[in-house]
């Protein structure tokens, strides 16, 4: 998937449901997003589902000019963990790149292959993993802090919002579930639209 979104323009982009990935040879899916000067994107899909058996690997590249603005985010869940399919999944590796201008910002992700949870646990208990990115042309080290308050507060959730570089906000959550995911979510997705002064989101995500 290619996205380009040309000077001072704006979009959301989101998806129908949940990705799965089903039992079978690997998977690949690679997004690549241009983001020219002064426009606006949010790229926020649902979260992955993890069969068991399956083989899945994701790449979301982003090009963001300097005067840009970016909120992202990117969750999986450990599987269908109702139907006792915990880390039962053969791969799963996601990658997230993301560079202001021609400088690399964030170069992130998590590789679970051949995880053994009776050997390790890498969610701490926890059924869902979530990461969002804040990129704009002004500090945001106020919003981490805001964000960091504001999950401190949030229920059924562990997470914790930093400023690695004054213009990149970043912030990692485990859930519970689902709903303790999207709620924390979309609790930061509004609160980085307030503070970018931007409109309201016409909906959340769930």
């Not at 300097?66 to 990117?74: P, Q």
Request: proline fraction near 5%; charge should be negative.
């Amino acid at each position: 998937m290619e996205i380009a979104i040309g000077p001072s323009a704006a979009a959301t982009v989101l998806t129908q449901a949940a990705n799965k990935a089903y039992r079978g040879a690997e998977a690949l899916q690679r997004s690549t997003f241009r983001v020219e000067e002064g426009a606006f994107l949010e790229y926020l899909p649902h979260h992955l589902i993890p069969f068991a058996g399956s083989n899945y690997r994701q790449e979301n590249t982003f090009h963001v000019a300097e005067g840009a603005t970016l909120i992202t985010w990117d969750a999986c869940s450990a599987g269908r963990v109702a139907r006792g399919e915990r880390f039962a999944f053969s791969t799963l590796f996601g990658r997230t790149r993301i560079s202001s201008g021609d400088i690399p910002c964030v170069v992130d992700g998590f590789d679970l292959s051949g995880v053994d949870p009776s050997d390790r646990e890498p969610f701490g208990g926890y059924s869902y993993l979530g990461t969002l990115y804040v990129l704009a042309l002004e500090e945001l080290s106020p919003l981490a802090e805001e964000l960091h308050a504001l999950l401190g507060s949030t229920s059924r959730v562990l997470a914790s919002a930093s400023v690695p570089e004054i213009r990149l906000c970043a912030v990692r959550i485990l859930a519970r579930d689902a709903t303790a995911l999207y709620r924390a979510l979309n609790c930061c997705r509004v609160a980085a639209r307030t503070h970018l002064n931007v409109p309201p989101p016409a909906r959340e995500v769930w």
